[in-house]
Each structure stands twice: as C-alpha cells, then as structure tokens.
C-alpha cells in the first residue's frame, strides 16, 4: 500500500495518525476527569454533606435535653421559661436540617431508620 508513496506522503500519514490518536486519548481523558469530578461532587452532597447534616442534629437534640436537664435541676420558674423557648428555636433548627437531609440519596436501611426517627419525634415533640 505504502511502496508508491513519497516520503512526504508517509510522514503527514503518520503525524496526521499521532496526532488524531492524541486528540483521541485527550479527549477520553477529559471526560473521565469530568465523570470522577462529577461522581465526587454527588459524594459530597450526598454523603458527607448528609453526615454533617445528622452530626448538627445530634448536637442540637443533645442540647435540647441539657436545656431541660437544667431547667429541672434548678427549679426556677424563669430559668425553666427561658431554657424551653431555648429549646424550641433548637426543635425549629433540627426540622430544618432534617428537611435538608431527607432529599439526599439513602439506603433503604437509612430510610428505615429515618421514618422510624420522624414518627419518635412526633411523639416526643
């Protein structure tokens, strides 16, 4: 195929060949820089953002409970008040971060355990 050929013709052949096969392996390069980039950042939101998410909330029902712990240890009518309206802008900041966290991606033993956390704190509130 290539005795008839200058050497002209054979050396564009073959740079023309180097350089389609590295705009090829670029390209795929690119696009798997792209799919980790975007696979990380569905990681992020979806995990590590929901972990965060649950962590502030654990936090603000353990400061609910010391609210009252305190407010029943001191027997003050004005300390109970105060630590209660405490614990009810708590309560409303746990329901938002819950509203964030429950649109996240969770397994089915996550969802379970979400439902039966819902329905507790139905209960509890």
Known sequence: MF??????????????MSTLLMVG????GLYNYYDANERLKSLH?????????LGTI???????RL??????????????????????????EIEELWAKYLPTIVTDE?????????DQTKDYI
């Open 58 to 64: 654990l936090d603000r029902w353990y400061m609910v």
């Open 110 to 118: 996550e969802a379970m355990l979400s439902r039966n956390l819902t």
């Open 3 to 16: 005795r008839d050929t200058t050497v002209r013709f054979r050396m564009m052949f073959v740079i023309g």
């Open 45 to 53: 939101e979806n995990r590590t953002m929901a972990l965060t998410y």
């Open 67 to 92: 609210n009252g712990l305190d407010s029943v240890t001191k027997k003050d009518v004005n300390n109970a008040k105060t630590k209660s309206d405490q614990s009810m802008v708590l309560i409303k």
């Open 25 to 28: 392996v670029g390209s795929f």
